[in-house]
């Protein structure tokens, strides 16, 4: 059985599509880079998540995602409240995350601590895979 190429996993896969689809100097995609932006100048780390990573694995950077869900580790809710004032719309999604609207997307962000998974995992037993890049 030949070896797999490590660059040809899922992840490596997910990992190359996300980074061009966040990092493309497509106009109509820099309010959300703008956005995301912020909480690194916050000091503050966040994770992508949902049906952003599900429709770049099946359809790569073709489709507009109807969402982007993103966590926030480092900032509480009131942070972020005081990040994106000119962003939040309708104050709360359904799940308790603030529902930002930067200028033709939609982003629902919830810091990390107020995320039903960590509230309901039991002391230790939550992971987290977290990958990282700059946003210029």
Known sequence: MPEQ???????AILRQRLS??????????????????????N???AV???GVLRDL???GNA??????DVVVNGIDVN???????DLIKNGRNRFGGLRLQPRGWLV??????????????PKGRLVLIIWSEQLS
């Open 108 to 121: 629902d962000i919830w810091a990390l601590r107020d995320t039903w998974a960590f509230r309901q995992a």
């Open 63 to 68: 489709e507009l995602p109807r969402d982007v």
């Open 57 to 59: 694995m099946l359809f």
């Open 5 to 11: 190429d490590i660059s040809d996993s899922p992840i």
């Open 43 to 45: 000091s503050a780390s």
């Open 20 to 41: 061009r689809f966040l990092g493309s100097p497509a106009s109509w995609k820099r309010p959300l880079r703008e956005a995301l932006s912020r909480i690194g100048a």
């Open 48 to 50: 992508i998540f949902g």
């Open 79 to 85: 942070g972020l409240e005081r990040i994106f004032p």
